[in-house]
């Protein structure tokens, strides 16, 4: 159950990062409140996740999922580049997660 808590930990922290964006752009209390509970339900998710599994573990693959999420989010909804170095680097920050998931 704690992987799951820490996938969901990861989902959330991605929609905090677009969330960021939004509130960059539109400026309005809709955006304000969805970055909050965007991020507090990553929070939450992550200390559920951490009864369980190491901290360090834990921490690296969450950053993991909000990093290379946020920027396959920033690909899909924002127009940014999609050059092929960076789909090969998030490739790389994805499989060092599943590699910390095979060796915990």
């Known amino acids: 159950m704690a ?7 990861g989902i959330f922290e991605m929609c905090g990062v677009a969330m960021i964006n939004k509130l960059h752009n539109d400026r309005d209390w809709k ?5 909050t509970l965007a991020f507090g339900a990553s929070f939450l998710f992550l200390s559920l ?7 360090a573990t834990a921490y690296a693959i969450w950053t993991g ?12 909804l924002y127009g940014e580049s999609r050059d ?6 998030i490739a790389m920050v994805l499989s060092a997660a599943v590699g910390l998931k095979l060796v915990s």
């Open 84 to 89: 092929w170095k960076r789909l090969f680097f």
């Open 65 to 76: 999922i909000g990093a290379s999420g946020g920027a396959i989010l920033g690909m899909v």
């Open 31 to 35: 955006s304000l409140v969805l970055l």
């Open 3 to 9: 992987w799951f808590y820490l996938v969901l930990a």
């Open 49 to 55: 996740a951490m009864e369980t599994l190491p901290m």
